[in-house]
């Protein structure tokens, strides 16, 4: 059996030139840094068809527009893919916070118009940039409300709310050229583990999994969906020996044949520990495109030429051993260069759709939910604001500020804050407060026992304590005030702040 060179760029043979562009057309990777790598150049001259920006790419907007032009100096027919949700998870504004809500903040306020409104304007300045891919929206139907990965990223636990503003953001976002990507088949709501660590599984039965999971990607795709896709969960009901990035069954014969779906299937990041710690990245690739997956997101790890060259090599051994049809690799590539060819088709779309700056502050204060114990005493002084910092996700990552500290400083000069964790959190915030009123900021406090035994520690000592809850609202309202933003987007801070002063 004959390989590549893991350092060039392919056979000198016809055959294999195209072949070895077809793997390289199927691979959409990161790469470090805020300006392109010569590797990338080289690659995207060899038949690299398609890039991926995460936070690590991003300073601001004017940034970002540079660095997308320099690419498409080296191809015009590319892919620029981002993993932008808005809310808790942006690339965007991940130095300062989303100006946009997310899923879950939208869901409460039920208003399908709106989300629509919300995924235009995050299309239009993705546009305006120079993407046009995005890895959104998440059309998980989140059932588990414990739930470490999902929670706000979803619109809720409702499937026919999930599948209406799954349809809406789906409009809204490709009516400005940039193609959605729903996520994440066959639906990652119901999970209690992270696949950025392990494989989670949900054992539902096939009818649930139907009425429950699947009406979300039905409605994406009558929406028009450009791509799907896939999770690494393991669902018995469907195949109980592959996770669905893996799995025929689940991305050919349900996803192609059943729901009858033709655009682009994208896996989650290959490098995430349920597919790399188990199978390896490079068996993983050709497992996932043999099940009929497109494209291959390598994921916000990696990103260095070696592991590109890797898995372009493990595909290309796999065609000239057997074990992948080369028409399958070549059906994927072609169907990434059809993406592509659409988002150029599709690019002045954004030009003509109108900004719309004030649509995400507008959508947060509509979100925002706010429930009084007795007549709490007005905040018209400086606070304190404790905020309790659980350890973020891998997909909403750690570099993105949140919290309403900053707004209240704006709203309340002389306010004061602090950042606390662990079981003695309470009691820490408590002296660091000096008597001021307390501001308690947290995130999914139902998940951390630490974070709801210091709110106990407030609550019992200082009653007044106005409660903030900026993830996923599971535990019943308490405090003189709660307020419930239904995600940490930076807009989302700014309108719990407008809601402690306003009381």
């Not at 840094?33 to 995460?54: M, N």
């Not at 120079?130 to 414990?146: I, K, R």
């Not at 070549?330 to 993406?339: I, K, N, S």
Request: include cysteine; glycine fraction near 10%; proline fraction near 6%.
């Amino acid at each position: 059996m004959t390989t590549l060179a893991t350092t060039g760029s392919g056979s000198g043979s016809a055959a294999g030139d195209s072949l070895t562009r077809d793997a390289l057309a199927v691979l959409q990777p990161g790469f470090a840094g805020t300006t392109v790598p010569d590797w990338v150049r080289r690659r995207l001259g060899e038949g690299l068809a398609s890039i991926a920006l995460f936070g690590r790419n991003v300073v601001d907007e004017a940034q970002v527009t540079a660095l997308t032009a320099q690419l498409r100096a080296e191809r015009d027919d590319l892919l620029i893919a981002i993993d932008e949700e808005s809310g808790d998870v942006t690339r965007l504004d991940v130095r300062t916070g989303s100006a946009l809500p997310g899923n879950h903040a939208l869901g409460a306020v039920d208003d399908p118009d709106l989300t629509r409104a919300v995924s235009r304007e995050l299309g239009r300045r993705l546009a305006a940039c120079g993407v046009n891919f995005d890895w959104a929206p998440s059309a998980d139907v989140n059932a588990n409300p414990d739930n470490p990965v999902i929670g706000v990223r979803s619109f809720g636990a409702d499937t026919d709310l999930v599948a209406r503003h799954t349809a809406a953001w789906v409009e809204g976002l490709q009516s400005t050229g940039v193609a959605a990507c729903t996520k994440h088949f066959p639906g990652h709501g119901d999970t209690n583990v992270d696949s950025h660590h392990v494989v989670p599984r949900i054992d539902v039965d096939a009818e649930t999994l139907f009425a429950r999971e699947l009406p979300p990607f039905r409605a994406a795709i009558a929406a028009g969906t450009r791509a799907i896709m896939s999770a690494h969960i393991l669902v018995p009901a469907l195949d109980p020996d592959r996770p669905g990035t893996l799995s025929p069954r689940v991305l050919t014969e349900l996803l192609r044949g059943e729901l009858g779906y033709q655009g682009l299937i994208v896996t989650d990041g290959i490098d995430m520990h349920a597919i790399s710690g188990t199978y390896g990245m490079e068996h993983g690739v050709v497992l996932a495109i043999a099940a009929g997956a497109d494209a291959i997101c390598v994921g916000g790890g990696p990103s260095d030429e070696g592991t590109v060259l890797r898995l372009r090599d493990a595909l290309v051994a796999a065609v000239r051993s057997g074990e992948l049809p080369e028409e399958r690799l070549a059906d994927a590539a072609a169907r990434v260069r059809e993406l592509a060819r659409w988002t150029a088709g599709a690019r002045g779309d954004a030009a003509k759709t109108e900004p719309a700056p004030e649509i995400g502050l507008t959508a947060a204060r509509r979100a925002v939910r706010v429930t009084r114990s007795g007549a709490p005493a007005p905040v018209d002084a400086p606070v304190y604001v404790a905020q309790f910092n659980p350890e973020p996700n891998i997909a909403v990552g750690d570099q993105t500020p949140w919290g309403v500290a900053d707004e209240l400083r704006r709203l309340l000069p002389g306010s004061t804050d602090g950042s606390f964790t662990g079981t003695d959190a309470g009691a820490l915030a408590l002296a660091a407060a000096a008597g001021r009123r307390i501001v308690a900021v947290v995130r999914d406090e139902h998940r951390h026992d630490w974070m709801r035994t210091a709110l106990d520690t407030l609550l019992a000592a200082r009653p007044d304590t106005v409660v903030v809850e900026m993830g996923l609202p599971g535990a019943a309202p308490r405090g003189a005030l709660h307020i419930a933003t239904y995600g940490a987007a930076r807009v989302c801070g700014v309108a719990a702040a407008e809601a402690v002063v306003a009381g």
